[in-house]
């Protein structure tokens, strides 16, 4: 699993060294080697586990599919970002940590109503 790229669907395997990696970033971490570059690239797909190549040279719109399984592997990059969330209970379950603005709070329930005193009592 690449740390780099979270949503690495193939594993490209390196012309230097003969090895899969996920990523070059991969590579360059693990390897003492430059990673050599080639138009002739070897995949091989997460989803279905079967290998395939392809010519970087004539690399086109369809070439964008894993020819096996049809799984799209030229995605954009998502790398992981820090960020601080708040935990707790299911919103959909108990919607209590809501609370929206467009909607009024409902007023205190009374048996006396201020708004229609001078007309009960007169």
């Avoid at 060294?17 to 797909?45: G, I, V």
């Avoid at 690399?59 to 990059?77: I, K, R, T, W």
Wanted: net charge negative.
């Amino acid at each position: 699993m690449c740390k780099h790229v979270l949503n690495a669907q193939v594993a490209v395997r390196s012309p230097c060294c003969r090895k899969w990696f996920d990523c070059a970033e991969c590579h360059q971490e693990t390897e003492n080697h430059p990673l050599l570059q080639s138009y002739d690239m070897t995949f091989a797909c997460k989803k279905c586990k079967k290998c395939f190549r392809k010519d970087a040279r004539e690399f086109e719109d369809s070439d964008e599919y894993c020819p096996h399984c049809d799984n799209h592997f030229v995605l954009d990059a998502v790398t992981p970002k820090p960020r601080l969330e708040f935990e707790g209970e299911d919103v959909r379950i108990d919607s209590r940590m809501l609370k929206d603005d467009r909607t009024r709070s409902e007023e205190q329930r009374t048996i006396f109503n201020v708004k229609d005193a001078p007309d009960r009592l007169g």
